[in-house]
């Protein structure tokens, strides 16, 4: 007996000689099974979730990929391609009278086996691109575009007066209303679909010279006693219209977690130009001082639970593939206790450098961070060659000729979770200061006390907001007002004022 099991032991050693289970091998394989989020974006500027048919066929894709979310575009320009809705069906004719793809694709990826997650896409800012108006009278374009006045008129223009960004309409997030309005629409969908997300996209001004909505300068001569037009270089006016911004996103959250607590709420961020290695060169960057979106600043109060930096650049340049890692980098180091996803843009390489984009994203960076995940633009071009896009879905999960290691997404795993939701220790405050004259409490100081202290400030509608809160009992004091409330964890408490 003892012989035999001496002849086994020289046998298995033997067999670890000759085909070891390497460190990497056995490390590859427990990373493979670990959570990480594998989703595409599906646009409606391309076919991909429009009928049926194809949404079948995208639940296939994305099963053979090893994928494991969908995030799906709801909002092209100010329209909205499902039928429980705030804003005008879209004019797109490729959808089917009636047919609602929202739904349609909810149920078949929840249903799926494995379960697929479904994030609801929205573009925030821009509202139309055609000089032909909407048709429906009520499209946001109709209602709030050059045909109103004052506050009513919510397009944004840059410096030199024009109101077209490429061939789009935007609102300008410095009017109050124009703000409020897009929050109900994303809250609409939020409160009557069953989506594990809400997406933000073009949550950001268009350039430094954007931002001149007349109740916009208006807002910001007022707060600082100036009048005239501030330059787009001004470094106060740039520094106002970040706030607008991320007072903009903050309000969402808020707005968002009131209605479904474990509600995933994502923004696709900008990464343009070299990714920064200190603080100094992101707050350079053209990330802060063109699209003036501090998404950084959202990580860190805990604004978002997920950032999707749009790190769309090119392998086989070597400044981009420079740009690219370097981005890559600072992302995984700089997360905050929240999330980030690495945007990959696989539309402007090879199908070959594509998987290697994103394999480096998988990789954790020199102080041992991950990504929580992938985010793979496009779904409809998955390369610049005008390969097959069945090749590249293939090649992420099967061995192929675009890839000679083991395919990135070799297993189906499941996406990650958020522990300040499905365990939260934290909660959140949403109110109001009113006063009886009719005027709107704008920029007014909050004071919040009790387990900890913070000041906050309204925004251009008389609301504030407060996020991560310990739980207990708090005093919000504004001017002469003051109420009592209690802050519970997971929970968004409200709290109104009048002076």
Known sequence: MKKYFLVLLLLILAFSIVNPLSESATTR??????????????????????????????????????????????????DAYYNNSLEPRTEDPALPAGYDPLQDLIQKAHASSPRIEVHAWFAMMPIWNSSTPPKAP?????????????????????????????SDYVIDPGNPDAADYTINVVKHVAANYNIDGVHMDLIRYMGSDWGYNPTSVQRFNQRYGRTGTPSPGDETWKAWRREQV??????????????KPNLVVSAATIAWGN?????????????MNSALQDWNHWLQNGWIDLAVPMNYFREHDS??????????????????????????GVYLNSISNGLTQIRKAQQPSAAGNRLAGVHIYSYAVTNKDGVANSEFYNALSQPSQYDSQTPVFAEQVAPPSYSWKTNPTKGH?????????????DHEAVVIRGPQT??????????????????????????????????????VSSATLTN
């Open 29 to 78: 394989h427990a990373f493979a099974a670990s959570p990480e989020l594998r989703a595409f974006w599906v646009d409606m500027f391309h076919n991909g979730a429009k009928t049926p048919a194809q949404v079948d066929q995208l639940l296939q894709d994305v099963k053979r990929s090893n994928a494991n979310a969908i995030f799906v575009q709801v909002r092209r320009r100010g």
């Open 138 to 166: 009520n499209h946001v374009f109709n209602q709030h575009g050059f045909s109103r006045t004052g506050r009513d008129m919510w397009l944004s223009k840059n410096y030199s007066g024009s109101y077209v960004s490429g």
């Open 429 to 441: 405050l949403a109110g109001s200061v009113l006063h009886t004259d009719g005027t709107i409490s």
């Open 319 to 344: 400044s981009q593939r420079t740009w690219y890692e370097n981005w890559l980098a600072w992302e995984k180091d700089h997360q905050y206790g929240r999330k980030i996803s690495s945007g990959t």
């Open 246 to 259: 991320n007072l903009l996103v903050q309000k969402m959250y808020v707005n968002l977690l009131a209605i």
């Open 275 to 287: 990714g920064p290695k200190t603080i100094e060169e992101y707050n350079a960057s053209a990330t």
């Open 454 to 491: 913070k000041t906050v400030y309204t925004d251009g509608s008389g609301d504030f907001q407060a996020i991560d809160l310990s739980p207990g009992t708090y005093t919000v004091t504004s001017g002469s007002a003051s109420k009592v409330v209690t802050i519970t964890a997971g929970k």
